[in-house]
C-alpha cells in the first residue's frame, strides 16, 4: 500500500510519519486489497485535523476526525477507517 502524506500549517516530522504508517498497518491486517491511501494533516487555530481517502479494490473510503491533539485525531481518523474497511470487506464478501 502506499501511504502519501501532506501537511497544511503543520511540519510533517519523522515521528509523526511513523505514527501514520503503523496506524494504517491495522488497517491492512483486516483488508489486503488497499491500493493507495492520501492523507492531510492539517492545523486551524487550535484544532488539529486529520483527514484520508484510501483506494480499495471496488471503491473508496474517506474519513476525518478533528482533535486538539494531532495523534488523538489520527487515532480517531484510522478507527473511522478501520471500522468503513471492515463494512466493505463484508458488503465485497456478502455477494455471491
Do not use: P
Amino acid at each position: 500500500m502506499q501511504i502519501n502524506i501532506t501537511g497544511h500549517h503543520v511540519e510533517l516530522t519523522d515521528a509523526l510519519n511513523e505514527y501514520v504508517r503503523t496506524k494504517f498497518d491495522r488497517l491492512e491486517r483486516h483488508f489486503d486489497n488497499i491500493t493507495n491511501a492520501q492523507v492531510t494533516l492539517s492545523v486551524e487555530k487550535q484544532r488539529q485535523k486529520a483527514e484520508a481517502d484510501i483506494h480499495l479494490a471496488g471503491g473508496e473510503v474517506f474519513a476525518a476526525h478533528e482533535h486538539d491533539d494531532m495523534y488523538a485525531a489520527i487515532d480517531g481518523m484510522v478507527d473511522k477507517l478501520d471500522r468503513q474497511v471492515i463494512k466493505h470487506k463484508e458488503k465485497m464478501k456478502s455477494h455471491k
